[in-house]
Nanobody, 121 residues
Framework: QVQVVESGGGLVQPGESLKLSCVAS????????MGWHRQAAGKERELVAS???????YYADSVKGRFTISPDTAKKTVSLQMNNLKSDDTAVYFC???????????????WGQGTQVTVSS
């Protein structure tokens, strides 16, 4: 079993920065991808940024130039640096990881419980 835990959310004013962190623990042989998603009240969950071992990084158009995803597969962590935050960035942010638990095993997707980010003056 694998556990995924996010941290770093909070209340900030527009224009400020915030860094989210995510750590995966448990039986992990290899991490193939890590990502950050968000879900605002009344809206569907959307992919914000992701990293894939064989596919590089992806950013949603709404965060390009402001957010930076930084994976560290050795430490099993991924962070999301968020700069110049806007009120539209307010949401619960979720981290997910795709892991292989055993050599030759299948890839499994695990999610964290989420951390609230509120951008308001």
């Amino acid at each position: 079993q694998v556990q995924v835990v996010e941290s770093g959310g909070g209340l900030v004013q527009p224009g400020e920065s915030l860094k989210l962190s995510c750590v995966a623990s448990g039986r992990i042989f290899k991490i193939g991808a890590m990502g950050w998603h968000r879900q605002a009240a009344g809206k569907e969950r959307e992919l914000v940024a992701s990293w894939e071992l064989r596919g590089g990084t992806y950013y949603a158009d709404s965060v390009k130039g402001r957010f930076t995803i930084s994976p560290d597969t050795a430490k099993k962590t991924v962070s999301l640096q968020m700069n110049n935050l806007k009120s539209d960035d307010t949401a619960v942010y979720f981290c997910d990881v795709f892991v292989t638990e055993l050599l030759g095993g299948s890839v499994v997707n695990y999610w964290g419980q989420g951390t609230q980010v509120t951008v308001s003056s």
